[in-house]
C-alpha cells in the first residue's frame, strides 16, 4: 500500500517562502497526474497545484504566479515550491493523485503570520 509523506512545512512571516516536498514511493509519476491539496481550517479540501505524467502543470487562480510544483520521477517525490506567501495560504497541505485519489497522509502544517 502506498504510503505518501508530506514535509516541508512550517511558520513562515507574510512574503516569505517554503519548499514542500512529498516522497510517494511506489507510485510513478512519469504516468500519472498528482497534485498538491490544502485544507484550512473550516474549509473543504481544495486542489492548488496540478502536474501531470507530461510536466505539464496547472494551478489554482490563488495560487498562481507565486507557487510552483514540479517532481522528481527517479525518486518518486513532489515538490511545491511556495514564495510570496500571504496568510490565507495558511493550511495543511496535501498530496494525492489527481484521479484515483488514494490514502491521505498526514499532511504538513503551513502556518504564514506576522
Known amino acids: 500500500q502506498v504510503q505518501l509523506v508530506e514535509s516541508g512545512g512550517g511558520l513562515v512571516q507574510p512574503g516569505g517562502s517554503l519548499r514542500l516536498s512529498c516522497a510517494a514511493p511506489?507510485?510513478?509519476?512519469?504516468?500519472?497526474?498528482m497534485g498538491w491539496y490544502r485544507q484550512a481550517p473550516g474549509k473543504e479540501r481544495e486542489l492548488v497545484a496540478r502536474?501531470?505524467?507530461?510536466?505539464?502543470?496547472n494551478y489554482a487562480d490563488s495560487v498562481k504566479g507565486r507557487f510552483t510544483i514540479s517532481k522528481d520521477n527517479a525518486k518518486n517525490t513532489l515538490y511545491l515550491q511556495m514564495n510570496s506567501l500571504k496568510p490565507e495560504d495558511t493550511a495543511v497541505y496535501y498530496c494525492?493523485?489527481?484521479?484515483?485519489?488514494?490514502?491521505w497522509g498526514q499532511g504538513t502544517q503551513v502556518t504564514v503570520s506576522s
Open positions: 502536474i501531470n505524467s507530461s510536466g505539464s502543470t
Open positions: 494525492n493523485r489527481i484521479f484515483g485519489i488514494i490514502n
Open positions: 511506489g507510485l510513478f509519476f512519469s504516468i500519472i497526474a
